[in-house]
């Protein structure tokens, strides 16, 4: 297995005067090419502070889009005056209105409501619940900067196709995830800091316009709900609404984790042998070409690599008291963070060569499927176990939830997976006075970077921990990107990847192709070039014909 680059093909030249040529062309492509000291993901940015930040779209679990990074500003100054005047007066309005009808209030999360539900009732018996929440978590927590959710009030069946899994009787009662994170830098690490969370850093080195919502949240309207309003005791067959808003403001809030087996989900339609593992996100730059994009998540194509980036949360998570952090960088090992494979079969095969990496990951999703395997730790000390009793591994519920056979009935059973019905908050309350954060969740949450309330915190005395983070900066030589278009290719076609349809068999694979040329044509090193560079890029075709041609040089892609 190679994962360095190279030069390929490189044959004896005709004449002085051509390998003079060539020798002042290698100079001139080693002094802007990259260099690969370390993971790039690791190398500190040289350019100046007032580059844009980066940030990360999240979509619901419903959606088929991808989390996507792009410029944080994308709109032009003016644009953003007007917006934000007319967002902030309606948040004035709003914040005035929540106030007068529900009496004073000192909470710092503005709520933008919408009902779906045609009966208005309803409607203002889940929008004093969100505000309720709010207020509820207002009254830990202290928010240097207002938080903005967007709620919305629907039927998951019909408006998100989330419907009742006949099979588990399972139906979702709500979600809620951070509307956008900002890229960060902190130490060796990329993470991906919730908006909320970072609105309460106030030692970064430049301002930031913030985006409009902090949060996105849903709840289910085909829900039998509890309201706390009503006065009435709860029924065995209803689920507490108040409850259930302040569990997902808190993953709205950054108790979320970047581990999944969406990477595995990928590779393993190309090996149905392959064991199961994990993996954090999967990067993808902002400036990444549009043909390389076009053929991400297809058969055909390169398929580039550029590290994995994780959450804030995820550097608190242990398995076998070893961070999950350190695994991480070592998955960032692979390729360095930026190579280019020739697609998506020597992408595999390489992964499966690489006996390291791929073996870590597949201990993590081990772990993250057997109760106790992952927890929370803070100096050293156990805080939560995480819920890894879900095998297979569940994304939404594995990690991002604590152990529910552990805390359900103590201090910290708010963010145990599972609703509970026929039980509401009121009732909990008066067997754990704290309110529904529990002493370990806040502790967690002021790890992250949350303060927390002089009037909650005399109880447990937490100290708020913010570390030194530094916006990210895409580093100039990312394959496939704008700034490094023609990288080698990375082939590896020695592995079990194939293509998963009988009438795809006799070709196998683009690298066996390329591979057969190699062995077969005494021209290899054109061959070759002309065609990764008519595939992958074909603007750059006649550029590369007449560079070729005369010296028989290869093809960087």
């Given amino acids: 297995m190679y994962l360095g680059w190279r030069r390929r093909g490189i044959i004896s030249w005709p004449s002085i005067a051509t390998t003079t040529v060539f020798l002042l062309l290698l100079l001139l492509l080693q002094q802007i090419g990259p260099v690969f000291s370390e993971p790039l993901l690791q190398q500190q940015s040289k350019l100046p502070l007032s580059a844009i930040p980066f940030c990360v779209q999240h979509h619901s679990t419903s959606s088929k889009n991808k989390n996507t990074i792009q410029p944080c500003f994308e709109e032009s100054q003016q644009q953003r005056q007007r917006r934000h005047s007319s967002t902030y007066n309606k948040r004035e309005k709003k914040q005035n209105v929540n106030n007068s009808d529900n009496g004073s209030t000192n909470a710092m999360i503005i709520i933008d409501f919408t009902c779906e539900s045609t009966n208005q009732d309803e409607c203002n018996k889940v929008k004093a619940s969100l505000t309720k929440a709010s207020e509820y978590i207002s009254s830990v927590l202290v928010f240097k900067t207002p938080l903005y959710v967007n709620a919305t009030y629907l039927s998951f069946c019909q408006q998100l196709g989330q419907c009742e899994e006949a099979s588990e009787g399972t139906i979702g009662t709500g979600q809620a995830y951070p509307s956008v994170s900002y890229l960060m830098q902190e130490g060796n690490t990329t993470r991906m800091y919730p908006q909320a969370l970072l609105k309460q850093y106030h030692n970064l080195a430049k301002s930031v316009d913030w985006y409009e919502y902090d949060m996105n949240a849903y709840f289910n309207s ?9 006065g009435n005791p709860i029924k065995e067959n209803e689920t507490d609404l108040l409850l259930t808003i302040i569990h997902e403001f808190v993953h709205g809030l950054g108790f979320v984790s970047a581990w999944s087996d969406d990477t595995y989900e990928r590779f393993s339609m190309y090996d149905s042998t392959m064991k199961k593992f994990l993996t954090p996100m999967p990067l993808n730059p902002p400036n990444e070409l549009p043909e390389v994009s076009a053929v991400i ?153 949350y303060f927390i309330q002089p009037s909650y915190n005399q109880h447990v005395n937490i100290k708020t921990v913010q570390p030194n983070i530094s916006f990210w900066v895409p580093p100039v030589d990312l394959v496939g990107t704008v700034t490094n278009p023609s990288p080698a290719v990375s082939i590896n076609a020695n592995g079990p990847a194939h293509i998963p349809s009988a009438s795809d068999t006799p070709s196998s694979s683009a690298s066996s192709f390329i591979s057969l040329l190699l062995l077969s044509s005494p021209l290899s090193s054109f061959t070759v070039s002309l065609f990764i560079c008519t595939k992958l890029s074909p603007r750059l075709l006649f550029f590369y014909i007449f560079i070729t041609l005369p010296f028989f040089y290869s093809c960087y892609y």
């Avoid at 085909?222 to 009503?230: A, G, K, Q």
Wanted: with cysteine; glycine share 8%.
């Fill in 222 to 230: 085909e829900i039998t709900w509890y309201y706390e309003d009503d």
């Fill in 297 to 449: 998540d297809s058969e055909e194509g390169v398929q580039p690599y550029w590290g994995f980036v994780d959450f804030p949360l995820d550097k608190l998570l242990y398995g076998n008291k070893y961070p999950l952090t350190l695994t991480t960088q070592v998955l960032n090992e692979w390729g360095n963070s930026n190579v280019m494979f020739a697609n998506i079969l020597d992408m595999v095969n390489d992964w499966l060569n690489g006996k390291n990496f791929r073996e870590q990951a597949e201990a993590v999703y081990q772990m993250a499927t057997e109760r106790g395997g992952i927890k929370i730790m803070i100096d050293n000390v156990e805080i939560m176990v995480l819920e890894t009793s879900l095998s297979p591994f569940q994304d939404g519920s594995s990690l991002t939830h604590v152990d529910q056979s552990t805390y359900a009935t103590t201090d910290d059973y708010l963010m145990c997976y599972s609703a509970m019905r026929g039980i509401s908050l009121n009732n909990l309350s008066k067997f754990h006075p704290l309110g529904p954060l529990g002493p370990s969740l806040v502790r967690v949450l002021a790890k992250l970077g």
